[in-house]
Each structure stands twice: as C-alpha cells, then as structure tokens.
C-alpha cells in the first residue's frame, strides 16, 4: 500500500513562487501517472498536471500551461509542481495522487479525479 505525503504549500503574493513536493513511500513512478489536482472551496477537484513514461510525458491544463512545471525524480521517488507567476485564483488545497497507467484510456483521463486511486492528504497554497 504506498502512501503519498506531499509538502511545499504556503503564502505567497501573486506573481510569486512556490515549489509543492510528493514523496511517494516506496517507487511506483515506473506502472503509475502521477497528478497534481487542486481543489478551491466550493469547486470541484480539478486536474492541474500529470507526469508517466518515466517523466517523459506531461499534460497540464490550460489554465496553468505555461506557468507549473511538473517533474519527478526517480531515485528519491518524488514528484514536483513548480508554480510561478501564481494568481489569486490558484488558491486552493493542492493533492497529488496516482493511478496505474493501465487504468486510463485516453490523455483526457489525465486530468479526471475519480480515476485516481491514491492520494495524499493536501498541501494549502494561498496567492493574495
């Protein structure tokens, strides 16, 4: 059973910065996605990024294309979002989850939360 535990999230003014991290407990980068989701108060889950093939592919929604950066590394069995230029609607309980690549059809299952099937607990980013 791995567990996902991530860290990195806090306050910052818009046009900041800030750098999220997912350690995964054990290496499931090689069979598995990993995303990142965000979720506001009031507003769905929504897909942010994703990261497979070993960190060869990437998707990332339209709202953030450009500004979040995903990557992973696979000796410390970790993912990353890089988040620059932050926006006051960035705010919002950030989680990084997994699925097994298998489980998704097409690369618009990519950003659909209910197909993930592990998830860490949530990091809160604040932009004012």
């Known amino acids: 059973h791995v567990q996902l535990v991530e860290s990195g999230g806090g306050s910052v003014e818009a046009g900041g910065s800030l750098k999220l991290s997912c350690a995964a407990s054990?290496?499931?980068?090689?069979?598995?996605?990993m995303g990142w989701f965000r979720q506001a108060p009031g507003s769905e889950r929504e897909g942010v990024a994703a990261i497979y093939f070993g960190g060869g592919s990437t998707y990332y929604a339209d709202s953030v294309k450009g500004r979040f950066t995903i990557s992973q590394d696979n000796a410390k069995n970790t993912v990353y979002l890089q988040m620059d230029n932050l926006k006051p609607e960035d705010t919002a309980t950030y989680y990084c989850?997994?699925?097994?690549?298998?489980?998704?059809?097409?690369?618009?299952?990519?950003?659909?939360?209910?197909?993930?099937?592990?998830w860490g607990q949530g990091t809160q980013v604040t932009v004012s």
């Open positions: 054990r290496d499931i980068f090689s069979n598995c996605v």
């Open positions: 989850a997994a699925v097994e690549r298998r489980r998704l059809t097409n690369k618009q299952d990519l950003g659909r939360a209910e197909l993930y099937t592990v």
